[in-house]
């Protein structure tokens, strides 16, 4: 976190100065640049609580050391579903946040799956966004199920966020899509 809180510093001036606003996102402060390799970690080990893993304190008081307008939070929520508290990290951070990184995982591991195609609860996770009145920018950090199909992803993810599961996680058996509702009705990759 020094390490961090040092490197931020050396740049914050200029970043400032242009304009942009850097963002600390919640993440695996174990091993940070090997979340699921590299250091020999895959996940988190199986006799460990996950809260040895929260670092949200760890992140909001170096955001909060900074006391700066450009220095924030990233709230990545595939990250807080796989530690094992979405709901709880997103009070933590709350008005930090100025950047969402969007995913899904089924806690296993940092999968980077398509909004919907995981085990992540899309209507608790709505529910949050929808709260924050904020400026923000959100960032779907995975590819479309299908190849190609960004436009479809981000009908989705709209859906998502909005309470169109509904509940359900019904499947299109033509398309393998999720069968999802919007302001336009409901909708797979086929319609």
Same mark, same amino acid.
């Given at each position: 976190?020094?390490?961090?809180?040092?490197?931020?510093?050396?740049?914050? !001036?200029?970043?400032?100065?242009a304009? @942009? /606003? =850097? /963002?600390?996102?919640? /993440?695996?402060f +174990?091993?940070?640049?090997?979340?699921?390799?590299?250091?020999?970690?895959?996940?988190?080990? &199986?006799?460990?609580?996950? /809260?040895?893993?929260?670092?949200?304190?760890?992140?909001?008081?170096?955001?909060?050391? $900074?006391?700066s307008? $450009?220095?924030?939070?990233?709230?990545?929520?595939?990250?807080?579903?796989?530690?094992?508290?979405?709901? #709880?990290?997103?009070?933590?951070?709350?008005?930090?946040i100025? =950047?969402?990184? @969007?995913?899904?995982?089924?806690?296993?591991?940092? %999968?980077? *799956? &398509? !909004?919907?195609y995981?085990?992540?609860?899309?209507?608790? $996770?709505?529910? =949050?966004?929808? #709260?924050?009145?904020?400026?923000?920018?959100?960032? @779907?950090?995975?590819?479309?199920?299908?190849?190609?199909?960004?436009?479809? %992803?981000?009908?989705?993810?709209?859906? *998502? =966020?909005?309470?169109?599961?509904?509940? #359900?996680?019904?499947?299109?058996?033509?398309?393998?899509?999720l069968?999802l +509702?919007?302001?336009?009705?409901?909708?797979?990759?086929?319609?």
């Amino acid at each position: 976190m020094d390490l961090c809180a040092e490197s931020i510093g050396a740049v914050l !001036p200029e970043a400032a100065a242009a304009g @942009i /606003t =850097l /963002t600390i996102e919640n /993440t695996f402060f +174990v091993a940070p640049q090997h979340w699921d390799g590299g250091s020999g970690i895959s996940g988190r080990p &199986p006799e460990s609580a996950v /809260t040895v893993y929260d670092d949200m304190g760890k992140i909001c008081k170096l955001i909060d050391g $900074f006391a700066s307008p $450009f220095v924030a939070g990233c709230f990545d929520v595939g990250h807080a579903h796989y530690l094992g508290d979405v709901a #709880s990290d997103f009070a933590k951070m709350g008005e930090r946040i100025k =950047l969402y990184h @969007i995913h899904d995982n089924n806690t296993a591991r940092d %999968m980077h *799956l &398509p !909004p919907g195609y995981g085990t992540l609860d899309w209507e608790l $996770f709505g529910g =949050l966004i929808r #709260s924050d009145k904020s400026d923000y920018y959100a960032y @779907i950090e995975a590819d479309p199920w299908t190849p190609g199909q960004y436009g479809h %992803m981000i009908r989705e993810t709209n859906a *998502l =966020l909005n309470g169109g599961r509904r509940g #359900s996680n019904k499947r299109c058996l033509k398309c393998g899509h999720l069968i999802l +509702v919007d302001n336009e009705g409901e909708f797979c990759a086929c319609v």
